[in-house]
């Protein structure tokens, strides 16, 4: 099981004297597989835009690997999404993870001007176009023949989302499944359809929530359960989903997903200071 952690947000950089090189250095030297970012656009909420973010993390790394969680090249030009993702991964040294969705509400697709009723059509022909595009092969788009300079190496493709659309997506144009907030139930469901689907060993990622350690200021199981039943979770359900405590209580909740087929765990961290979490964070990993 491989470890990431999704990179401060700005009121989190404020909070603890930390920008986002700082921060992919911290998470580089603790150990952890990867370090992420999400794609946003106008949310009402302060955010950096996902791939000049990545691209400072990569700048200021060596190793590790810097992920999207996920990047919607739908509400883009494909195009200009696709020479985002090549320069990415160009300056990355070819360490890029691309987790692709659909996602956000109304609002961020009206402030891009794209309709919202076109965002799963528009997500298709992403996911079909844009390995040719990065890759620098001649790609017939509407406004004609494009070919990309310079052609890089294809990162993988992780479809996200938990919906049946989304899993059926990734086994027919993805390389992999990453949904987030999920049971372990709805894992295992969800890899069994994969594999139906024609995919017998999926890369599978999981968005997670954590807080860990008993710092005050840090975040209680049932706090951290408040806020995620709003997303489209039943409180019972809402009560699982958190990583908290001690570093082996946290490793037996993340084994638990990886016996259920899950490879990568990727995860946000709440509590009074990003530089701990991540610190123990890589102390859960050593203990995997």
Not at 143 to 165: C, D, I, K, R, Y
Not at 254 to 261: D, K, L, R, T
Request: some cysteine; hydrophobic content about 50%.
């Amino acid at each position: 099981m491989r470890i990431g952690v999704i990179l401060p947000s700005p009121a989190v950089q404020h909070r603890d004297g930390l920008g986002l090189a700082a921060a992919a250095r911290h998470a580089e030297d603790a150990g952890l597989d990867s370090v992420w970012h999400g794609d946003h656009l106008a949310t009402g909420t302060p955010t950096v835009e996902c791939t000049i973010a990545l691209a400072v993390a990569a700048t200021a790394t060596t190793r590790i690997a810097v992920g999207a969680s996920v990047f919607v090249p739908a509400i883009r030009q494909l195009a200009w999404a696709a020479k985002l993702l090549a320069s990415l991964q160009l300056v990355s040294g070819g360490r890029l993870l691309l987790g692709i969705g659909s996602g956000g509400g109304r609002a961020q697709w009206a402030a891009a001007g794209v309709p919202f009723e076109e965002r799963g059509p528009r997500t298709e022909t992403a996911l079909r176009l844009l390995p040719h595009l990065l890759a620098g092969e001649p790609v017939a788009l509407p406004g004609g023949e494009v070919t990309l300079a310079p052609g890089v190496t294809v990162p993988p493709l992780w479809v996200g989302n938990a919906s049946a659309v989304a899993i059926d997506r990734a086994a027919r144009l993805g390389d992999g499944w990453f949904p987030s907030l999920i049971t372990p139930e709805a894992l295992a469901a969800g890899r069994e359809r994969l594999v139906a689907a024609g995919r017998p060993a999926p890369a599978i990622a999981i968005g997670a929530l954590t807080a860990l350690g008993v710092a005050p200021g840090t975040p209680t199981r049932a706090e951290l359960a408040a806020g995620i039943a709003g997303y489209r979770h039943a409180a019972p359900d809402a009560a699982r989903l958190p990583i908290t405590g001690g570093p082996d209580e946290a490793a037996a909740r993340i084994a638990e997903y990886a016996a259920h087929g899950a490879t990568h765990l990727v995860t946000g961290l709440s509590g009074p200071d990003w530089r701990t979490q991540v610190d123990l964070l890589a102390e859960v990993r050593r203990r995997l």
